[in-house]
């Protein structure tokens, strides 16, 4: 699997490391030395629920835009903003080699998700 995040972040860091504990193989990518391509993106958006569950409106570089930046219409302009800004996208983003798409980190979700599978 693939696990998107940025390198220091916490959440990022806590994932990688539940990965590690239960023998998981994943690859981690920081989106910032690795931009992810709009495409995928968009596949994200759609696995996850929407543009909403993707990006993280609590974040501080969020509360950081200026407002007429944070009404995106279309997948083009979600991207574009993406793009000038990848810590927007919920941390951290796994990718099964199934091609499942999740967003975010809880250690009872990922025993249910991984360690139930793999049993």
Not at 13 to 18: A, C, D, V
Not at 78 to 96: G, N, S
């Amino acid at each position: 699997m693939k696990v998107y995040g940025l390198e220091k972040c916490d959440t990022c860091k806590k994932t990688r490391n539940w990965l590690s504990r239960h023998q998981l193989a994943h690859e981690f990518i920081d989106y910032r030395d690795h931009r992810v391509p709009a495409e995928t993106l968009k596949q994200w958006a759609m696995a996850v629920g929407g543009w909403e569950k993707l990006v993280n409106r609590a974040s501080t570089t969020w509360r950081g835009l200026p407002e007429a930046r944070k009404s995106p219409a279309s997948a083009p302009e979600w991207t574009l903003l993406i793009k000038e800004y990848p810590a927007l996208v919920r941390r951290p983003v796994v990718v099964t080699d199934a091609g499942e798409v999740s967003v975010g980190f809880n250690d009872k979700q990922f025993a249910q998700r991984f360690v139930a599978k793999a049993t």
